[in-house]
C-alpha cells in the first residue's frame, strides 16, 4: 500500500484546506484509514479515522465539528476537509492506512506528510 498526501499550505486562521490521500497498491487489504498530525515537539495524534466502507470511525476533540473525513473508492482517494483553521492546527499531516499485507499480519502504512501552517 502507498499513501501520498497533498493539498498542505499556509492558510490565515479561520480559512480552509482541504487534503487529499492518494492511495495505490493493495487497496483491497485496507481495512481503515485514518489522518494524524504532528506540531513540533508534540507526538503524532490521530485526527478522525474512517472505516473502508466510509464511515468515520472518530474525531479529536480539537476539530469536532470543524474538520470532516471522508473517502472516494473509486478515486482511491481520501480527504480531510478543514474548515475554521486555528494556529494551533498547524501541524505535519500525515495519511495512514490499516492493512493485512500478504501474510495476513496487519500492518500502519504511512505517508510522507504534507504540512499545515496556519497564520494568526
Known amino acids: 500500500v502507498q499513501l501520498v498526501e497533498s493539498g498542505g499550505g499556509l492558510v490565515q486562521a479561520g480559512g480552509s484546506l482541504r487534503l487529499s490521500c492518494a492511495v495505490s497498491?493493495?487497496?483491497?487489504?485496507?481495512?481503515?484509514m485514518g489522518w494524524y498530525r504532528q506540531a513540533p515537539g508534540k507526538t503524532r495524534e490521530l485526527v478522525a479515522g474512517?472505516?473502508?466502507?466510509?464511515?468515520?470511525?472518530n474525531y479529536a476533540d480539537s476539530v469536532k465539528g470543524r474538520f470532516t473525513i471522508s473517502n472516494d473508492n473509486a478515486k482511491n482517494t481520501m480527504y480531510l476537509q478543514m474548515n475554521s483553521l486555528k494556529p494551533e492546527d498547524a501541524a505535519v499531516y500525515y495519511c495512514?492506512?490499516?492493512?493485512?499485507?500478504?501474510?495476513?499480519?496487519?500492518?500502519?502504512?504511512w505517508g510522507k506528510g504534507t504540512q499545515v501552517t496556519v497564520s494568526s
Open positions: 474512517i472505516t473502508s466502507d466510509g464511515d468515520p470511525t
Open positions: 497498491g493493495s487497496t483491497f487489504s485496507i481495512n481503515a
Open positions: 495512514n492506512a490499516w492493512a493485512y499485507n500478504d501474510y495476513g499480519v496487519g500492518v500502519d502504512y
